[in-house]
């Protein structure tokens, strides 16, 4: 009892000075910030309709870039002809109006079997108009199974010149259908490329006889800008004797003649 009252004693005594401090207060609790106003929606505004087309996952004409044939299909010609396989010169058809082509002869690739058959090539560029390339197409006939490899590899050999002209790869789809004589289309930058055998039950051919067309057919693109509307304005040419030659910088993907490292001038 003693004990217990001189605990009672001592804690009296404490809280008269001031010793005892009190337990703070709980701080209150966090509330979480109020939501942000979501920015009004800018599709508001739109009528039904075309609100619906923008939504559409593509668009009816999307912006697609299209692979055209860039040079004269006149040079193109005269390459293959350079190739060996000799074609006539680009000129006007007498059967469709307004169309361009050149063709080649039926030509020999390979020696011919002692039973007369042989394996041949054939190609046809078609355009419609003069400046105009649409279609090549070149076709393979190995009658002669013994030389039908060789005529092949010179169905390729074209196809590159085609392709190596303006830097354009083939699929690799493309080739690889020539080699296993399969069928394939391939759509590359609007361009479409077809390899198409011939079914030997139809043309009477015996199984080891390879009829093989290769057709590519260059898109139609009206918006293709001339040359001369990148042509710099009259206020635009310097005077003959402020034009520079202008030089690479940094970089060893630019090739020079050692002559000047020229890489771009004006031409006088």
Known sequence: MSILAGVGL??????????????????????????????????????????DRLLLERLDRPAVFKRVFGGHPRDLCAAIDRLGIP??????DPFVAGFWY?????????????DGRRSSLFVNLRGQGEATLNTVRIKLNGDNPASAPAARAALLRVLDAVGERYGWPWPGEVRTAIEENRPAEVVQYGMVSRVVPEDPELTGDAADVVRLNVIVDFPVVDLVA?????????WEEEAPSARRRNRPVGGDTLRAPASGDIIFSTPD
């Open 10 to 51: 001592a804690l009296a005594t404490a809280a008269a000075l001031g010793w005892i401090v009190s337990t703070p207060p709980a701080p209150p609790l966090e509330t979480a910030p109020p939501p942000a106003a979501l920015p009004a929606d800018p599709l508001a505004g739109i009528a039904g309709d075309t609100l």
């Open 87 to 92: 074609m006539a010169e680009w000129k006007p």
């Open 102 to 114: 050149c063709a080649s002869d039926l030509v020999t690739i390979g020696r011919t079997a002692e």
């Open 226 to 234: 001339p040359a001369e509307l990148f042509a710099p304005f009259a």
